[in-house]
């Protein structure tokens, strides 16, 4: 089991306010995603600009993309971006189109799919999945069950790079000790944090307890 990594999701309303935030905790984390909120609101040029700023680190466009794969892919690529992801409901075209552009996609599952979907995506060379607590799922009571952690357990078992998100506290990593997770996406709790590079560090400084103890 290797260790997690550690993603920040600018969900961020302007390229300004994500850019304050880089200047905080970029050095601090793993992999930079240009947020499904900043890409409506700013478009490919945000993508740019994280990249001007680090021209190492991967950068995930978040474009939860849904149809024309290849365009779409092609647009974030040029922009800067490694990765970006699709949605589980997107049909296997629209998801191979964009992996054919991308150095890799990860498929956003969020309310309805299957194991069989998953079977499928897989056996098309697409190997990430994000396991999602939607924002307005978590407002409105929702919390990480035994039954997510099964079905984490089961896509890890497939063979799949499994990431997961969705309001992740400090507290909330701990629940996932025994599972070979991929990535922990973090965004409000890092962003909106006091200290963001305090925060980002206390997070992976409780990665590694959890899943090096
Ligand atoms: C929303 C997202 C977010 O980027 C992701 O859930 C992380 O954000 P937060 O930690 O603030 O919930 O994909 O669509």
């Known amino acids: 089991m290797t260790k997690p990594l550690l993603q920040i999701a600018l969900d961020n309303q302007t390229i300004d306010s994500a850019t304050s935030t880089l200047k905080s905790l970029g050095n601090e984390v793993d992999i930079l995603e240009v947020g499904t909120i900043l890409c409506l609101q700013e478009g490919r040029h945000a993508i740019e600009t994280v990249r001007s700023l680090y021209k190492d680190k991967i950068i995930l466009a978040d474009t939860k993309c849904a149809d024309a794969g290849k365009i779409v892919a092609q647009n974030c690529k040029d922009a800067g971006a490694n990765w970006m992801t699709v949605i589980c409901c997107a049909t296997i075209e629209t998801m191979i189109a964009a992996k054919n552009v991308m150095d890799d996609i990860q498929v956003e599952l969020y309310g309805d799919w299957t194991f069989e979907q998953a079977q499928q995506w897989f056996d098309n060379d697409i190997k990430q999945v994000v396991y999602h607590q939607s924002r307005d799922a978590l407002l409105a009571g929702k919390k990480w069950s035994e039954e997510d952690l099964?079905?984490?357990?089961?896509?890890?078992?497939?063979?799949?790079?499994?990431?997961?998100?969705?309001?992740?506290?400090?507290?909330?990593?701990?629940?996932?000790?025994?599972?070979?997770?991929?990535?922990?996406?973090?965004?409000?709790?890092?962003?909106?944090?006091?200290?963001?590079?305090?925060?980002?560090?206390?997070?992976?400084?409780?990665?590694?307890?959890?899943?090096?103890?």
Do not use: C, W
């Not at 973090?186 to 590694?208: C, H, Q, S, V, W």
């Open 150 to 213: 099964n079905k984490i357990q089961r896509l890890i078992d497939l063979g799949f790079k499994v990431s997961v998100t969705g309001g992740l506290e400090l507290d909330t990593v701990k629940l996932f000790q025994g599972l070979d997770i991929y990535a922990f996406i973090a965004g409000r709790n890092l962003r909106e944090a006091e200290d963001p590079a305090y925060a980002a560090r206390a997070f992976k400084e409780e990665i590694t307890k959890v899943f090096e103890s």
